[in-house]
């Protein structure tokens, strides 16, 4: 079912037509964003500073591709946030390919997908061919999570291909399903937004933990 589905999806206009699902116009739809963020332990912050030490260092001969990604940035990232540890459990069971059209060529893809509970995802692309920005590949990552199992009414996500994270929100508590995602967060500067993925990463946790005690 979740090959078929993000096979079928490849546009917003897509997920409008298969999903009755629209892009909400509401700056404070994604209001987990702007909440105040938790500061982050010393701790964190050396575990942050570690992943871009480490991963300045694995670029510096190219694109970090296969699992590389997950071994170097996603799963240190979790471990960070708490997301290994109970209650949450990471399942892998397969890849999705994805496969992005532009004007130039097409991208293929993988999600190799790391389930933190059934209302916050972790997706992290990789690509085979070329780097996939991660804002192509949105509408069939929204595909993807759409099919997957969840509680509640909102599911949210992540999704990185090593340099630029992007955070994804459905929520299906009115009649009119909606969608929204944030900016693009890079690990590439100096100046990188990996301690604000961090604690953005922490407060979801804290929202779906919410969600299902309600």
């Known amino acids: 079912m979740t090959l078929a589905v993000t096979d079928r999806i490849k546009s917003f206009k897509d997920l409008k037509r298969s999903f009755n699902l629209e892009q909400s116009k509401d700056l404070a739809f994604f209001s987990e964003l702007s909440e105040e963020l938790q500061e982050l332990s010393q701790e964190e912050k050396a575990g942050v500073g570690k992943i871009k030490k480490r991963f300045d260092y694995q670029q510096e001969d190219g694109f970090l591709l296969e699992g590389t990604v997950n071994l170097l940035i996603v799963s240190p990232l979790l471990e960070l946030a708490g997301f290994l540890d109970e209650p949450y459990q990471i399942r892998s069971p397969f890849g999705v390919e994805l496969v992005i059209d532009d004007t130039v060529e097409t991208l293929r893809g993988f999600i190799d997908t790391l389930v933190v509970n059934n209302n916050l995802w972790i997706l992290s692309l990789e690509s085979k061919r070329s780097a996939i920005p991660v804002g192509v590949a949105l509408p069939q990552l929204f595909a993807y999570m759409l099919a997957q199992p969840r509680q509640g009414n909102l599911a949210f996500g992540l999704a990185t291909n090593g340099d ?14 909606l969608y929204g995602f ?12 990996l301690d604000i993925v961090l604690k953005i990463l922490k407060r979801l946790g804290n929202a779906v933990a919410e969600t299902k005690e309600n």
Do not use: G
Request: hydrophobic share 40%.
């Open 182 to 193: 944030s900016r693009a967060y890079s690990l590439l500067p100096v100046n990188h937004e």
């Open 164 to 177: 630029e994270f992007i955070f994804l929100k459905l929520d299906f508590s009115a009649e009119q399903p």
